[in-house]
């Protein structure tokens, strides 16, 4: 089985959300989806106080996609924006 690197971003709706609670939420969707290997969380900023939350884990190819997972993340009412923003072929 060959593992990927997927890379994912979600914007949350306004600097008020609680990205605590979006990550945990956001964290568990995965978790539901591809039960990954590892899992890293970084929040980014982008402008006037508004941070984005930038995801990176590990998961089989044979799983799948995306996008249903994305389709899940966009209807929290939360997020302003869930999109996958990269996938490579682990190696190693």
């Known amino acids: 089985m060959s593992q990927a690197v997927v890379t994912f971003k979600v914007m ?3 600097p008020e959300v609680d990205l605590e609670e979006l990550q945990s939420f956001t964290e568990d969707q995965i978790n539901d989806f591809f039960s990954p290997d590892e899992l890293k969380v970084k929040k980014e900023p982008v402008a006037f106080g508004l941070k ?4 990176q884990f590990t998961m089989d190819e044979e799983e799948g996609n ?3 997972l994305e389709d899940t993340l966009n209807e929290h ?3 302003r ?3 996958t923003t990269d996938v ?3 190696f190693g």
């Open 12 to 14: 949350p709706e306004s």
């Open 52 to 55: 984005a939350l930038v995801i």
């Open 66 to 68: 995306t996008d249903d």
């Open 77 to 79: 009412e939360d997020v």
């Open 81 to 83: 924006s869930a999109e």
């Open 88 to 90: 490579r072929r682990a």
